[in-house]
């Protein structure tokens, strides 16, 4: 970019052109240059729109969206100034982040934590160091390159930790769809590889998972089958525990059986599934598998929901792979894979091809920044998801008694209470009963609340009920009416008061309306 450097502002305007209105530029001043990526946009009132902010001594200040400094990122003192970052306590900057949520429309209460989260402030520094300090390539010999390179290794590092792995057990991906679909292709590869041995087992691959995984593993088995590259079985969850029983899981297996995938936690219930117990069955019966000549089981859990809700720990889980996805623990949206020995105990193959970058099993030149936001998001859980647990419990359960204190227990369902299973600390999945109050319905009336009802890769479904609660035994139209109501680390015992007084007047609107 032309201009003067080292003391003097340099600007280039229209750098990537107008796009709807609105200038683009970037600009800044030696040690204390400012990153603006973003401008004035014509349906905000000439708001400046801002990721980025004056970087002065290596410290990230204030970054700013829609005109005021925004909740999610890092702080400072003055413009241009020593640029001092507010840091978070072990609940993290809670003030900080109980604006992120507000901020995402004005005056709105957030409650849809299992959809995703706000960047924590602290990972929100972290992405902004990254792109201003270690922007070289990580496969760069030079010190540029060199920096970036070592900042992927800690947040490799950080993540391995918050799962008790090992680094080198970690490959990132661009997101927790990338990370199952490739379990799949792996797990499809290794069983004709197995066939090519002498003795081998013969036939298509057999993969189990449960009826009531992430589209990102349901869709990918459906159009193997479907292309007659492989056999799926989608074993029914247990309708009195919620969860995909082991022994259900093991009677679908087959001689020609590679894989099975079961979920740690259900996006839609928060039921906790039994897999440290699944793959402990199937390590056994691998054993008698390998004497038989028939192909070795692999096991996958998708831990999305599970990781900062709850501990989440590889060992004495037993799986051979665990998906981890950032934006659902405060984290960029981007993801990793977590692999036992990928390569060597564990097979692992890459579905793209190219320069080399993660062992080559995820080609491509990495994203350092968000690699760097994912890192320490992982951090923050590995110090203080006890205390972010302990929390999130104490407010869903105070949300759960006032809405059956406000509704009367006649007229509240909870779709996610199940006799013996545990569930995620943060999810209540509820339904309001009664003709008219289908759970779209109901929060379009709220006017504060927003929260969803089921999984966010579903929202288009319209009011037909989900497939996950109708799957769990919950009635056609009670499923109809559910709620799913995900509180995050910043959810204050204030803000469920505000919520539950919104939705008393949303369904009093709606029975007021339907009256004769």
């Known amino acids: 970019m032309p201009g003067r450097?080292?003391?003097?502002?340099?600007?280039?305007?229209?750098?990537?052109?107008?796009?709807?209105?609105?200038?683009?530029?970037?600009?800044?001043?030696?040690?204390?240059?400012r990153v603006l990526i973003g401008g004035h946009h014509g349906g905000r009132a000439g708001r400046r729109a801002l990721i980025g902010g004056t970087m002065a001594g290596g410290q990230a200040a204030a970054w700013s969206c829609s005109g005021r400094p925004h909740a999610c990122a890092p702080r400072c003192q003055g413009s241009g100034g020593s640029g001092t970052s507010t840091r978070s306590a072990a609940m993290g900057a809670g003030t900080e982040l109980s604006e992120a949520r507000r901020d995402v429309a004005e005056g709105s209460l957030y409650l849809d934590y299992n959809a995703t989260t706000p960047l924590?402030?602290?990972?929100?520094?972290?992405?902004?160091?990254?792109?201003?300090?270690?922007?070289g390539n990580p496969s760069s010999s030079h010190p540029a390159g060199k920096k970036a390179k070592e900042l992927i290794s800690s947040a490799r590092?950080?993540?391995?930790?918050?799962?008790?792995?090992?680094?080198?057990?970690i490959i990132f991906t661009s997101g927790g769809?990338?990370?199952?679909?490739?379990?799949i292709h792996t797990a499809c590869r290794h069983f004709h590889g197995s066939q090519a041995r002498p003795g081998g087992s013969r036939g298509m691959p057999h993969i189990v998972a449960s009826s009531v995984e992430h589209d990102s593993i349901r869709l990918p088995l459906e159009q193997l089958v479907k292309e007659s590259l492989a056999e799926a079985t989608f074993v029914a969850v247990s309708p009195q525990s919620g969860q995909a029983e082991v022994d259900d899981v093991l009677a679908a297996v087959r001689p020609t059986t590679c894989l099975v995938s079961v979920m740690l936690a259900n996006n839609e219930t928060g039921v906790i599934m039994p897999v440290a117990e699944l793959s402990q069955r199937v390590r056994a019966l691998n054993q008698r598998r390998e004497a038989e000549g028939l192909p070795r089981i692999l096991v996958h859990t998708d831990a999305a929901q599970m990781i900062g809700k709850g501990r989440v720990d590889v060992q004495e889980l037993g799986v051979d792979y665990l998906t981890i996805v950032g934006h659902k623990f405060y984290g960029p949206r981007i993801g990793a894979?977590?692999?036992?020995?990928?390569?060597?105990?564990?097979?692992?193959?890459?579905?793209?091809?190219?320069?080399?970058q993660e062992r080559n099993f995820r080609p491509g030149t990495e994203n350092t920044p968000m690699i760097a936001g994912l890192g320490q998001a992982a951090e923050l859980v590995s110090k203080n998801c006890e205390a972010y647990e302990t929390h999130m419990?104490?407010?869903?359960?105070?949300?759960?008694?006032?809405?059956?204190?406000?509704?009367?227990?006649?007229?509240?369902?909870?779709?996610?209470?199940?006799?013996?299973?545990?569930?995620?600390?943060?999810?209540?999945?509820?339904?309001?009963l009664g003709p008219g109050l289908q759970g779209r319905r109901v929060l379009s009336s709220c006017k504060m609340l927003l929260a969803s009802v089921g999984?966010?890769?579903?929202?288009?479904?319209?009011?037909?009920?989900?497939?996950?609660?109708?799957?769990?035994?919950?009635?056609?139209?009670?499923?109809?009416?559910?709620?799913?109501?995900?509180?995050?680390?910043?959810?204050t015992r204030a803000d469920v008061d505000l919520v539950v007084q919104d939705l008393l007047q949303a369904v009093a609107q709606l029975d007021q309306d339907q009256a004769p």
């Open 393 to 432: 419990r104490d407010v869903r359960d105070y949300l759960e008694a006032r809405l059956e204190a406000s509704f009367g227990k006649q007229r509240i369902h909870f779709n996610s209470h199940f006799t013996g299973s545990k569930r995620l600390c943060n999810t209540s999945n509820v339904s309001i």
């Open 455 to 491: 999984a966010a890769c579903h929202s288009e479904k319209g009011d037909r009920p989900s497939s996950i609660l109708l799957s769990c035994g919950i009635p056609y139209n009670v499923a109809q009416n559910a709620l799913r109501l995900s509180v995050g680390r910043d959810t």
């Open 120 to 135: 924590a402030p602290e990972v929100a520094q972290a992405v902004g160091d990254a792109m201003c300090h270690a922007w």
């Open 157 to 169: 590092e950080n993540l391995a930790r918050m799962v008790g792995g090992r680094p080198e057990d």
């Open 337 to 356: 894979l977590y692999v036992r020995g990928p390569g060597t105990t564990t097979p692992l193959h890459p579905m793209l091809f190219g320069g080399g």
């Open 177 to 183: 769809t990338e990370a199952n679909n490739m379990v």
């Open 5 to 33: 450097k080292e003391g003097a502002h340099w600007r280039t305007q229209r750098r990537w052109g107008r796009q709807e209105g609105a200038d683009w530029w970037c600009c800044g001043s030696g040690a204390g240059r």
